[in-house]
């Protein structure tokens, strides 16, 4: 999805004027994703670093020191530069990045880690994690749902000029949102064979249908949806994209009266809670018991239900977690600026 479809509206007052902000991540669009979405919602124009520990030092983080390639002020590497009044992290391979930091800035350098770092509240001066993550502390923060880069104006902004693509699909228009196969979900023929019942099923009932894969939803099952949508009693009422053109997927989220989602993403899920349209999760091969607790969690807060063979109308109120997560960060950051950048521990 392209920046400028975004339309992200910082609180810009959150935090003095000038505060500088790195994002140190390995990389991983997740990660990634999710520190740009705090980082723009505190108002910050923040610079990525990226760090890449090689063995052995990858195999140990979080815990163990930084590869000496990346070390804090080392020219050409990733963390060389003016040290940042706050460093916002994400990945278990950043923690290392993340209390170098610290110790080089003698404690000046504000951190706060997204997820959980896997070596305890010390690991950053604030650390926000998912209801179903355990870790507790006085300086963590605990939300239902994960940050992301979407807001609530970029959506409106989408349905006042919707994209030219989904304009022309009958109303109402059913999003739904395919992920793929991962580190425990499968994706095997089953679930391709179900998520495709799923969507003729919406079809039959006379919605329009708005299909966003992902980069890891298998070809086998984006070739059958291709099929399915170009045939006669189906054209011109279903939409899928192929990853040609601009990423739709914002629009689809905005134009959507319900959604539908496979089971495998936190993060695609959390984005579909943030539009109050009803969510209908297709359940896949494998499983996670995070997942699990996580989607039980929406289904009891009345934001989602497991598919049931049919759409459902159902309410909810619309649930952001990343302007939460941004105001009980910068009040951790203008408590730790009132007295002098106190440090945290990092051993």
Request: charged share 20%.
């Amino acid at each position: 999805m392209a920046d400028a479809d975004l339309a992200l509206d910082p609180e810009s007052s959150l935090l003095p004027p000038a505060t500088s902000c790195w994002i140190v991540t390995d990389g991983k669009a997740g990660d990634l994703i999710q520190c740009l979405g705090v980082a723009a919602a505190l108002g910050l124009d923040p610079q990525q670093r990226i760090v890449r520990p090689r063995p052995p030092w990858s195999w140990i983080a979080p815990r163990g020191p930084l590869d000496p390639r990346d070390a804090v002020g080392r020219p050409g590497g990733p963390l060389a530069g003016d040290l940042p009044d706050i460093a916002l992290a994400s990945g278990r391979r950043a923690v290392p990045a993340l209390r170098a930091l610290k110790r080089a800035s003698r404690g000046r350098t504000f951190t706060a880690f997204l997820k959980d770092p896997r070596i305890g509240v010390t690991a950053a001066d604030v650390i926000w994690v998912p209801e179903h993550d355990p870790l507790r502390g006085a300086n963590v923060i605990v939300t239902l749902t994960s940050p992301h880069r979407l807001t609530t104006s970029a959506l409106d902004l989408s349905r006042q000029s919707p994209d030219a693509r989904l304009a022309g699909l009958p109303q109402p228009r059913v999003a739904m949102m395919i992920g793929g196969p991962s580190q425990h979900h499968r994706f095997d023929a089953d679930d391709v064979a179900r998520v495709l019942t799923v969507a003729k099923t919406v079809l039959d009932a006379g919605h329009g249908l708005m299909i966003s894969p992902s980069r890891r939803t298998p070809s086998a099952l984006i070739r059958a949806l291709l099929a399915l949508s170009s045939q006669p009693d189906v054209s011109g009422r279903c939409f899928v994209w192929t990853g040609e053109g601009s990423n739709p997927y914002l629009a689809m989220l905005a134009l959507a009266s319900s959604i539908v989602v496979t089971g495998d993403s936190v993060n695609m899920i959390g984005e579909a809670a943030m539009t109050g349209a009803p969510i209908h999760i297709i359940e896949v091969g494998g499983g996670h018991r995070k997942i699990t607790a996580f989607v039980d969690r929406l289904i009891e807060v009345g934001a989602a239900r497991r598919w049931g063979g049919k759409l459902e109308k159902f309410a909810y109120t619309p649930l952001d977690a990343t302007p939460v997560i941004a105001r009980a960060i910068a009040t951790s950051f203008n408590d730790f600026c009132a007295r002098g950048g106190e440090a945290s521990t990092v051993p």
